[in-house]
């Protein structure tokens, strides 16, 4: 009887530590000690999002989202779109774009469909330390997607940067699931720029959105010139430690989550987990737009804060009601247009 009581205080002590611990951390405290980004290297970001937002349309010369800002896509300048039936399940959808005004060749790359069994499948075939990468690790299946997705289209991509006279930059970009795609398809590019005719390193770029946790750490710090990650406050997916189960423990069934994260906090030293190389991160710099604060209600004019951080890579999921509507990419494109607006007025 002693020992059952004893077991449970220990819980329960366990637990409180967790709850407190949990309940004190707001979304904006992971980058509290970051600078703040100027307009120049953020005002990209809301026309990334309306790229990826064409993804999702039936009609781009009828939008069913209308831009947050004043920038427009041309659909002329669209290059090709690809839906489900094309990729046959090894990549999400996505389309190809000439912006001849940025003088940009952009890969947008649609995040999870929740209807999709190929998306589950992209996203669950991994397992911690199965894939290495340029003397790191990466996500198995996201790699998978990215190297069909340059096989696919690295022919179109090469022939749009020769007849753009190699001046034109390479924009990879993408939301949730597609944006882990698209940074690991930066790194391939990078790692083997033949495939893209020679491009430069400084030349291609990724931009992404609300981003899976797809590499170890010192690779997210050696491509942070490459690749930007851009989280809105209290964003749930790149808080969400690998195995990427428990996403769908977090969609489905949030209880079952809370128990086992408690129980990992509890009694595995955080020092330990972070020593691990294997452990997966979000990608490159980091761009936190931030719109709340702690025991504030409502939403303030957001600001963003940009770093490479080594310690505190956003390690834990935020308990807010807030964490999955943070993830869409309609918000992130009013809130990231929103920003660039309030450093422009600065």
């Known amino acids: 009887m002693s020992v059952s009581c004893g077991v449970e205080c220990v819980f329960v002590l366990g637990f409180a530590r967790w709850m407190w611990k949990r309940c004190t951390h707001v979304g904006s405290d992971d980058s509290a000690t970051w600078p703040a980004a100027t307009a120049e290297e953020f005002d990209a970001v809301p026309r990334v999002c309306r790229l990826i937002l064409a993804v999702y349309e039936t009609d781009l010369h009828n939008p069913q989202f209308p831009p947050a800002g004043g920038y427009k896509l041309n659909p002329d300048w669209v290059v090709k779109r690809v839906a489900y039936e094309q990729t046959l399940g090894r990549a999400p959808p996505y389309l190809i774009y000439t912006d001849h005004d940025k003088k940009e060749i952009v890969l947008a790359i649609r995040g999870l469909n929740l209807a999709k069994e190929s998306d589950y499948k992209l996203l669950l075939d991994n397992r911690l330390g199965r894939q290495m990468f340029d003397g790191g690790f990466v996500h ?118 809370l128990f086992l994260v408690c129980l990992r906090d509890t009694f595995i030293p955080e020092e330990r987990k972070l020593r691990d190389p294997r452990r997966l991160y979000a990608p490159g710099r980091m761009y936190h737009i931030v719109e709340r604060r702690f025991c504030r209600c409502g939403r303030y004019p957001p600001e963003v804060r940009t770093a490479i951080p080594v310690d505190g890579r956003f390690e834990h999921i935020v308990l807010s009601c807030n964490a999955t509507s943070d993830h869409a990419i309609i918000w992130i494109e009013r809130e990231s247009q929103k920003a660039v607006q309030k450093a422009e007025n600065k």
């Not at 495939?195 to 942070?224: E, T």
């Open 140 to 257: 198995h299946g996201l790699l998978k997607s990215a190297l069909w997705l340059l096989n696919q289209e690295g022919d179109t991509l090469r022939r749009l940067w020769e007849e753009n006279g190699r001046q034109y930059s390479m924009v990879f970009a993408g939301h949730s699931l597609g944006s882990g795609v698209a940074a690991l398809l930066a790194l391939v590019v990078v790692n083997h720029r033949d495939k893209l005719g020679g491009i430069p390193r400084n030349k291609v770029r990724c931009h992404a959105v609300a981003p899976a946790r797809c590499m170890s750490l010192n690779l997210a710090v050696k491509y942070a010139d490459v690749i930007n990650s851009v989280i809105l406050q209290d964003d749930f997916l790149p808080r969400t430690p690998t195995p990427l189960e428990d996403i769908f423990k977090s969609i489905f069934c949030l209880p079952c989550l």
